[in-house]
Protein backbone atom coordinates (compact mmCIF):
# COMPACT_ATOMS: atom_id res chain seq x y z
CA UNK A 1 0.00 0.00 0.00
CA UNK A 2 0.90 3.18 -0.85
CA UNK A 3 0.40 6.40 2.14
CA UNK A 4 0.25 9.52 1.16
CA UNK A 5 0.47 12.98 3.49
CA UNK A 6 -3.38 14.29 3.92
CA UNK A 7 -2.68 18.15 3.11
CA UNK A 8 -0.08 20.27 5.94
CA UNK A 9 -0.86 17.47 8.47
CA UNK A 10 0.61 14.43 10.23
CA UNK A 11 -1.97 12.21 8.57
CA UNK A 12 -0.87 9.69 6.14
CA UNK A 13 -3.80 8.39 4.07
CA UNK A 14 -3.56 4.77 2.13
CA UNK A 15 -3.64 6.12 -1.31
CA UNK A 16 -6.69 3.96 -1.56
CA UNK A 17 -9.39 3.54 1.36
CA UNK A 18 -12.37 1.63 1.21
CA UNK A 19 -17.20 3.37 1.37
CA UNK A 20 -18.93 2.32 2.52
CA UNK A 21 -21.51 3.99 0.22
CA UNK A 22 -23.28 0.93 -0.80
CA UNK A 23 -22.86 -2.85 -0.36
CA UNK A 24 -22.25 -2.25 3.30
CA UNK A 25 -26.10 -2.12 4.51
CA UNK A 26 -28.76 -4.28 6.24
CA UNK A 27 -29.77 -5.61 2.42
CA UNK A 28 -26.25 -6.37 1.99
CA UNK A 29 -25.20 -9.92 3.93
CA UNK A 30 -22.92 -9.11 7.12
CA UNK A 31 -20.64 -11.95 6.03
CA UNK A 32 -20.01 -10.49 2.74
CA UNK A 33 -18.99 -6.97 4.35
CA UNK A 34 -17.00 -8.59 6.74
CA UNK A 35 -15.25 -10.28 4.38
CA UNK A 36 -14.72 -7.22 2.02
CA UNK A 37 -13.64 -5.25 5.39
CA UNK A 38 -10.98 -7.59 6.77
CA UNK A 39 -9.80 -8.13 2.82
CA UNK A 40 -9.26 -4.01 2.29
CA UNK A 41 -7.71 -4.21 6.12
CA UNK A 42 -5.42 -6.99 5.51
CA UNK A 43 -4.53 -5.29 1.83
CA UNK A 44 -3.18 -1.94 3.37
CA UNK A 45 -6.03 -0.31 3.59
CA UNK A 46 -6.68 1.26 6.71
CA UNK A 47 -9.44 4.27 6.41
CA UNK A 48 -12.57 3.71 6.03
CA UNK A 49 -15.47 5.93 4.84
CA UNK A 50 -19.24 6.36 6.17
CA UNK A 51 -21.93 8.73 6.65
CA UNK A 52 -24.88 9.03 8.84
CA UNK A 53 -27.08 8.24 5.44
CA UNK A 54 -25.05 5.72 4.11
CA UNK A 55 -26.98 1.90 3.67
CA UNK A 56 -29.56 1.09 3.28
CA UNK A 57 -31.31 1.91 5.16
CA UNK A 58 -30.26 5.14 6.88
CA UNK A 59 -27.72 4.02 9.61
CA UNK A 60 -27.39 0.53 8.33
CA UNK A 61 -23.94 1.37 6.86
CA UNK A 62 -22.40 2.26 10.28
CA UNK A 63 -24.17 -0.36 12.02
CA UNK A 64 -22.77 -3.16 9.82
CA UNK A 65 -19.19 -1.18 10.51
CA UNK A 66 -19.78 -1.45 14.27
CA UNK A 67 -20.45 -5.02 14.25
CA UNK A 68 -17.07 -5.65 12.42
CA UNK A 69 -15.46 -3.50 14.65
CA UNK A 70 -16.67 -5.30 17.60
CA UNK A 71 -16.42 -9.05 16.18
CA UNK A 72 -12.37 -8.43 14.51
CA UNK A 73 -11.25 -4.94 14.16
CA UNK A 74 -11.22 -3.77 17.80
CA UNK A 75 -7.58 -4.70 18.81
CA UNK A 76 -6.63 -2.68 15.95
CA UNK A 77 -8.35 0.51 16.59
CA UNK A 78 -5.00 2.87 16.68
CA UNK A 79 -4.36 1.32 12.95
CA UNK A 80 -7.57 2.32 11.95
CA UNK A 81 -8.97 6.36 10.40
CA UNK A 82 -12.48 6.32 10.39
CA UNK A 83 -14.25 8.82 9.09
CA UNK A 84 -18.65 9.64 8.94
CA UNK A 85 -20.54 12.67 7.94
CA UNK A 86 -23.65 14.36 8.15
CA UNK A 87 -25.58 16.61 6.42
CA UNK A 88 -28.12 14.91 3.96
CA UNK A 89 -31.37 13.55 5.30
CA UNK A 90 -31.11 11.29 8.06
CA UNK A 91 -34.30 11.28 10.07
CA UNK A 92 -37.94 12.65 9.76
CA UNK A 93 -38.50 16.73 11.41
CA UNK A 94 -36.83 19.79 11.13
CA UNK A 95 -33.17 18.67 13.06
CA UNK A 96 -32.35 15.83 10.71
CA UNK A 97 -30.78 17.28 7.79
CA UNK A 98 -28.90 20.25 6.49
CA UNK A 99 -25.72 21.87 8.59
CA UNK A 100 -27.40 23.31 12.02
CA UNK A 101 -25.33 22.79 15.24
CA UNK A 102 -28.19 20.69 16.28
CA UNK A 103 -28.34 18.41 13.28
CA UNK A 104 -24.64 18.05 13.24
CA UNK A 105 -23.90 17.52 17.17
CA UNK A 106 -26.95 14.79 17.48
CA UNK A 107 -25.65 13.14 14.55
CA UNK A 108 -22.35 12.92 15.13
CA UNK A 109 -23.43 11.20 18.62
CA UNK A 110 -25.57 8.50 16.76
CA UNK A 111 -22.95 7.90 14.59
CA UNK A 112 -20.71 7.00 17.34
CA UNK A 113 -23.48 4.64 19.20
CA UNK A 114 -23.61 2.83 15.85
CA UNK A 115 -20.14 2.12 15.49
CA UNK A 116 -19.47 1.67 18.79
CA UNK A 117 -16.96 4.41 19.00
CA UNK A 118 -15.60 7.27 21.70
CA UNK A 119 -14.29 9.31 18.37
CA UNK A 120 -14.25 9.09 14.92
CA UNK A 121 -10.36 9.94 12.85
CA UNK A 122 -12.23 12.45 10.85
CA UNK A 123 -15.86 14.37 10.44
CA UNK A 124 -17.23 16.01 7.56
CA UNK A 125 -19.87 18.63 6.99
CA UNK A 126 -21.37 16.70 3.96
CA UNK A 127 -23.23 19.51 2.12
CA UNK A 128 -22.97 23.24 1.85
CA UNK A 129 -25.77 24.63 3.62
CA UNK A 130 -27.03 27.91 2.41
CA UNK A 131 -29.84 28.62 4.80
CA UNK A 132 -27.81 28.47 8.32
CA UNK A 133 -25.06 30.66 8.77
CA UNK A 134 -21.62 29.34 7.66
CA UNK A 135 -20.45 30.13 11.11
CA UNK A 136 -22.72 27.62 12.57
CA UNK A 137 -22.15 24.94 10.59
CA UNK A 138 -18.05 25.44 11.01
CA UNK A 139 -18.41 25.85 14.45
CA UNK A 140 -19.92 22.63 15.01
CA UNK A 141 -16.76 20.69 13.40
CA UNK A 142 -15.12 22.60 15.52
CA UNK A 143 -16.64 22.26 18.72
CA UNK A 144 -16.82 18.37 17.75
CA UNK A 145 -13.02 17.85 17.90
CA UNK A 146 -12.43 20.35 21.06
CA UNK A 147 -14.66 17.66 22.39
CA UNK A 148 -12.73 15.05 21.62
CA UNK A 149 -15.60 13.26 19.76
CA UNK A 150 -13.63 13.89 16.29
CA UNK A 151 -9.66 14.02 15.98
CA UNK A 152 -10.09 16.06 12.68
CA UNK A 153 -12.94 18.05 10.21
CA UNK A 154 -13.57 18.16 7.09
CA UNK A 155 -15.88 19.91 4.53
CA UNK A 156 -17.39 17.78 1.27
CA UNK A 157 -18.28 19.01 -1.43
CA UNK A 158 -18.91 22.90 -0.58
CA UNK A 159 -18.54 25.20 -3.36
CA UNK A 160 -15.80 27.51 -3.58
CA UNK A 161 -16.87 30.93 -2.59
CA UNK A 162 -18.42 29.11 0.61
CA UNK A 163 -14.89 26.52 0.96
CA UNK A 164 -12.87 29.76 1.37
CA UNK A 165 -14.46 31.01 3.78
CA UNK A 166 -14.48 27.42 6.27
CA UNK A 167 -10.97 26.88 5.36
CA UNK A 168 -9.91 30.64 7.00
CA UNK A 169 -12.57 29.79 9.65
CA UNK A 170 -11.24 26.90 11.02
CA UNK A 171 -7.85 27.54 10.25
CA UNK A 172 -8.29 30.29 12.34
CA UNK A 173 -9.48 28.41 15.38
CA UNK A 174 -6.52 26.02 15.24
CA UNK A 175 -9.06 23.23 13.74
CA UNK A 176 -7.49 23.53 10.01
CA UNK A 177 -9.57 21.47 7.58
CA UNK A 178 -7.72 17.85 6.80
CA UNK A 179 -9.62 17.10 3.88
CA UNK A 180 -12.07 18.22 1.41
CA UNK A 181 -13.95 15.25 -0.50
CA UNK A 182 -15.34 15.62 -3.74
CA UNK A 183 -16.01 13.35 -7.01
CA UNK A 184 -13.75 13.45 -9.94
CA UNK A 185 -12.95 11.43 -12.45
CA UNK A 186 -12.30 11.56 -16.31
CA UNK A 187 -15.81 12.45 -17.20
CA UNK A 188 -16.68 14.49 -14.25
CA UNK A 189 -14.63 17.58 -13.80
CA UNK A 190 -16.76 19.66 -12.00
CA UNK A 191 -14.17 20.38 -8.83
CA UNK A 192 -11.33 21.43 -11.44
CA UNK A 193 -13.51 23.44 -13.78
CA UNK A 194 -15.16 25.43 -10.67
CA UNK A 195 -11.30 26.52 -8.94
CA UNK A 196 -12.37 24.26 -6.01
CA UNK A 197 -9.51 21.85 -7.04
CA UNK A 198 -6.74 24.51 -7.47
CA UNK A 199 -7.88 25.91 -4.25
CA UNK A 200 -6.98 22.62 -2.23
CA UNK A 201 -3.26 22.80 -4.04
CA UNK A 202 -2.67 26.54 -3.03
CA UNK A 203 -4.44 25.31 0.94
CA UNK A 204 -2.79 22.42 0.65
CA UNK A 205 -5.42 20.53 2.07
CA UNK A 206 -5.70 16.91 0.64
CA UNK A 207 -8.59 15.93 -1.39
CA UNK A 208 -10.34 12.56 -1.19
CA UNK A 209 -12.00 11.67 -3.87
CA UNK A 210 -15.05 9.15 -4.57
CA UNK A 211 -16.43 7.92 -7.81
CA UNK A 212 -13.83 7.78 -9.65
CA UNK A 213 -14.88 5.32 -11.77
CA UNK A 214 -18.30 7.29 -12.41
CA UNK A 215 -20.60 4.85 -11.22
CA UNK A 216 -18.81 2.28 -13.12
CA UNK A 217 -19.09 4.20 -16.39
CA UNK A 218 -15.35 3.63 -16.79
CA UNK A 219 -15.06 0.13 -16.70
CA UNK A 220 -15.91 -2.78 -19.05
CA UNK A 221 -19.46 -2.98 -17.64
CA UNK A 222 -20.58 -1.07 -20.51
CA UNK A 223 -18.46 -2.01 -23.62
CA UNK A 224 -21.47 -3.57 -25.17
CA UNK A 225 -24.33 -2.42 -23.97
CA UNK A 226 -26.54 -2.18 -20.96
CA UNK A 227 -26.19 -5.62 -19.17
CA UNK A 228 -29.42 -6.43 -17.52
CA UNK A 229 -28.10 -7.04 -13.89
CA UNK A 230 -26.38 -3.41 -13.91
CA UNK A 231 -26.42 -0.55 -11.74
CA UNK A 232 -27.68 1.55 -15.10
CA UNK A 233 -30.74 -0.97 -15.86
CA UNK A 234 -31.37 -0.98 -12.09
CA UNK A 235 -31.95 3.37 -12.16
CA UNK A 236 -29.83 2.92 -9.11
CA UNK A 237 -27.68 6.41 -9.31
CA UNK A 238 -26.91 5.64 -12.78
CA UNK A 239 -29.85 5.89 -15.50
CA UNK A 240 -29.74 4.07 -19.18
CA UNK A 241 -30.72 7.25 -20.19
CA UNK A 242 -27.58 8.48 -19.51
CA UNK A 243 -25.76 5.76 -21.41
CA UNK A 244 -26.13 7.27 -24.67
CA UNK A 245 -24.56 5.85 -27.93
CA UNK A 246 -22.27 8.98 -27.82
CA UNK A 247 -21.34 8.02 -23.92
CA UNK A 248 -20.84 4.13 -25.47
CA UNK A 249 -18.27 5.57 -27.66
CA UNK A 250 -15.93 7.35 -25.54
CA UNK A 251 -16.23 4.83 -22.89
CA UNK A 252 -14.98 2.30 -25.80
CA UNK A 253 -12.30 4.98 -27.10
CA UNK A 254 -10.96 5.50 -23.46
CA UNK A 255 -10.93 1.83 -23.21
CA UNK A 256 -8.78 1.47 -26.49
CA UNK A 257 -6.34 3.53 -24.18
CA UNK A 258 -6.10 1.92 -21.20
CA UNK A 259 -5.53 -1.53 -23.40
CA UNK A 260 -2.56 0.28 -25.07
CA UNK A 261 -1.45 1.10 -21.49
CA UNK A 262 -1.76 -3.02 -20.62
CA UNK A 263 -4.40 -2.30 -17.97
CA UNK A 264 -8.43 -2.15 -17.42
CA UNK A 265 -10.53 0.74 -18.06
CA UNK A 266 -11.40 0.92 -14.55
CA UNK A 267 -7.21 0.74 -13.14
CA UNK A 268 -6.50 3.36 -15.62
CA UNK A 269 -9.79 5.60 -14.42
CA UNK A 270 -7.96 4.92 -11.53
CA UNK A 271 -4.72 5.49 -11.80
CA UNK A 272 -5.86 9.26 -13.78
CA UNK A 273 -7.87 10.33 -10.36
CA UNK A 274 -4.49 9.33 -8.07
CA UNK A 275 -2.00 11.15 -10.64
CA UNK A 276 -4.15 14.15 -9.78
CA UNK A 277 -1.60 16.58 -7.10
CA UNK A 278 -4.03 17.30 -4.85
CA UNK A 279 -5.27 13.65 -4.47
CA UNK A 280 -4.26 12.54 -1.31
CA UNK A 281 -6.80 9.29 -1.57
CA UNK A 282 -9.49 7.67 -3.52
CA UNK A 283 -12.61 5.82 -2.07
CA UNK A 284 -13.40 3.10 -3.70
CA UNK A 285 -16.78 1.60 -3.87
CA UNK A 286 -16.63 -2.35 -4.19
CA UNK A 287 -19.09 -5.23 -3.83
CA UNK A 288 -16.30 -7.63 -3.43
CA UNK A 289 -12.86 -8.74 -3.47
CA UNK A 290 -11.88 -9.21 -6.96
CA UNK A 291 -13.43 -5.58 -7.27
CA UNK A 292 -10.97 -4.05 -4.53
CA UNK A 293 -8.22 -5.60 -5.81
CA UNK A 294 -8.54 -4.94 -9.50
CA UNK A 295 -8.43 -1.37 -7.90
CA UNK A 296 -6.05 -1.54 -5.85
CA UNK A 297 -3.77 -2.79 -9.13
CA UNK A 298 -4.04 1.11 -10.02
CA UNK A 299 -1.00 1.53 -7.46
CA UNK A 300 1.16 -0.12 -10.07
CA UNK A 301 -0.07 2.10 -13.16
CA UNK A 302 2.80 3.45 -15.26
CA UNK A 303 2.55 7.42 -15.30
CA UNK A 304 0.91 8.50 -17.77
CA UNK A 305 2.58 9.89 -21.32
CA UNK A 306 1.66 13.01 -22.36
CA UNK A 307 -0.01 11.86 -25.60
CA UNK A 308 -1.84 9.63 -23.22
CA UNK A 309 -3.41 12.52 -21.57
CA UNK A 310 -4.00 14.73 -24.70
CA UNK A 311 -5.95 11.55 -25.69
CA UNK A 312 -7.60 11.56 -22.97
CA UNK A 313 -8.65 14.67 -23.05
CA UNK A 314 -10.09 14.83 -26.47
CA UNK A 315 -12.07 11.58 -26.45
CA UNK A 316 -13.88 13.68 -23.60
CA UNK A 317 -14.17 17.03 -25.15
CA UNK A 318 -16.04 14.74 -28.18
CA UNK A 319 -19.59 14.87 -28.65
CA UNK A 320 -19.93 12.74 -31.57
CA UNK A 321 -17.44 10.02 -31.50
CA UNK A 322 -17.27 7.53 -33.85
CA UNK A 323 -15.18 3.96 -33.22
CA UNK A 324 -14.69 0.48 -34.81
CA UNK A 325 -13.99 -1.67 -32.55
Not at 114 to 123: A, S, T
Not at 251 to 264: D, M, P, Q, W
Amino acid sequence: MEYRRCGHSGVLLPAIQLGLWQNFGATSPLERSRELLLHAFDRGICAFDLANNYGPPYGSAEETFGRVMASDLRPFRDELFIATKAGYDMWPGPYGNWGSRKYLTASLDQSLRRMGLEYVDLFYSHRYDPETPIEETLQALVDAVRRGKALYAGISRWPLEPTRKALAYLRERDVPCLAFQERINIFDRAPVDSGVERLMEEENVGMTIFSSLAQGLLTNRYLDGIPADSRAARGSHLTASQITPAKLAQIRALNEVASERGETLARMATAWVLARPAVASVIAGCSSTAQLDDTLSALASAPFTTAQLERIEEIVRMENLELRI
